[in-house]
């Protein structure tokens, strides 16, 4: 429950920031599920073993928004950062 908890308040942190820009809800919902995907890619390449990552919020949104060059962006971060 915490780990469903510390991505939903960061997902209505940006809803309320697009929704004050008065952009569409289209594009908010668009980019909520690219998070969520981004999530499940990083949950899936760990569950493998490919790369060791600690799921967070940012790094969720690089392959959330990038997509699959997101996901070689934060294998590399986490191979030679973390």
């Given at each position: 429950?915490?780990?469903?908890?510390?991505?939903?308040?960061?997902?209505?942190?940006?809803?309320?920031?697009?929704k004050s820009l008065s952009i569409s809800l289209k594009i908010i919902i668009r980019?909520?599920?690219?998070?969520?995907?981004?999530?499940?890619?990083?949950?899936?390449?760990?569950?493998?073993?490919?790369?060791?990552v600690s799921l967070t919020w940012w790094m969720t949104a690089i392959v959330g928004?990038?997509?699959?060059?997101?996901?070689?962006?934060?294998?590399?971060?986490?191979?030679?950062?973390?």
């Open positions: 429950m915490l780990y469903v908890t510390s991505y939903l308040i960061p997902a209505f942190i940006v809803v309320m920031i697009l980019v909520i599920i690219n998070l969520i995907l981004g999530a499940l890619i990083l949950v899936g390449l760990s569950s493998l073993g490919i790369i060791t928004i990038l997509g699959v060059p997101g996901a070689i962006i934060v294998a590399i971060i986490s191979f030679f950062i973390l």
